[in-house]
């Protein structure tokens, strides 16, 4: 029922295992991506977060295992028929120097070109498209390394947008932003969300993937402590486990989902730090100092 579950999913690891120079990150790990939500990849730095997704992304080729997309293992898959059912963005990705912000974005269309089949219209027409949903249409003329972080991940995500895919994958898309940008990007990430596509992401910051996901994944040393969504996962016990974070856990005041609010030695009003003790004991997450 399990390989039968995995084989039927659209996006699923079964027994992967990862590893650079013959140290394995990963070592046999099964996950399955639910369709039409946003899933969050977390957990500390090391932990393996960006080596799955982009072994998800067929980005890194599984020493064993299989990842399946839409029924079939993605390693028999060729690239142009990947790339067209799968939009990747990687980390701090790089355009060459004077590219203009409409010449990426059209280099998403790479995948629906051959020598049968041209420069269309229709492409530019989804060009025009990912560059309004994202937008950025003002920009079309500009220099990519002319742009502001924030404008640069728009148009990143714009290009992946202009692949035609329902299927993305972020690898920290709000790396190296301001708050204000990361909010403005992630408020974007939600927008493509709710016209029908998935997404998986990696993110550092716990209480945006907080409130930006429908499902967690949380990561330690390789392995998946907990998968589900934020309401379920987010628990004092599971952030030690997982981060070593003493913190606690309360209501978001302005969404439905769970706030981390970390506990450490300094600026700790005297009440709130007697009390988190005797909870974080009742909880096993260490003695009091």
Known sequence: ?????????????????????????????????PPGVITTIIGPNGCGKSTLLRTLSRLLKPARGTIVLDGEDIGRLRTRDVAKKLGLLPQAPVAPEGLTVADLVARGRH????????????????????????????????????????????VWISMTLAQGTDLLMLDEPTTYLDLAHA???????????????????VLHD????????????????????????????????????????????????????PLVVPIGRAHVEHDAQTDAQPDAQAHGLGDPP
């Open 111 to 154: 995948p629906h070109q051959s020598w049968l089949r041209q420069w269309s219209s229709d492409d530019a027409s989804v060009v025009e498209r990912a560059l309004a949903m994202t937008g950025v249409s003002d920009l079309a003329d500009r220099p990519v390394d002319a742009l502001s972080g924030g404008q640069r991940q728009r």
């Open 183 to 201: 909010i403005d990007v992630l408020d974007l990430v939600d927008d493509l969300h709710e016209s029908g596509r998935t997404v998986v992401m």
């Open 206 to 257: 716990l209480n945006l993937a907080a409130r930006y996901s429908d499902n967690l994944i949380v990561m330690r040393d390789g392995t998946i402590l907990a998968q589900g969504h934020p309401r379920e996962v987010i628990t004092a016990e599971l952030l030690h486990e997982a981060f070593g974070l003493r913190a606690e856990v309360i209501g978001d005041p302005v969404s439905d989902r």
């Open 1 to 33: 029922m399990k390989a039968k579950k995995v084989r039927d999913a659209r996006l699923a690891a079964e027994g992967v295992a990862v590893g650079y120079g013959g140290r394995m990150v990963i070592d046999g790990l099964d996950v399955t991506i």
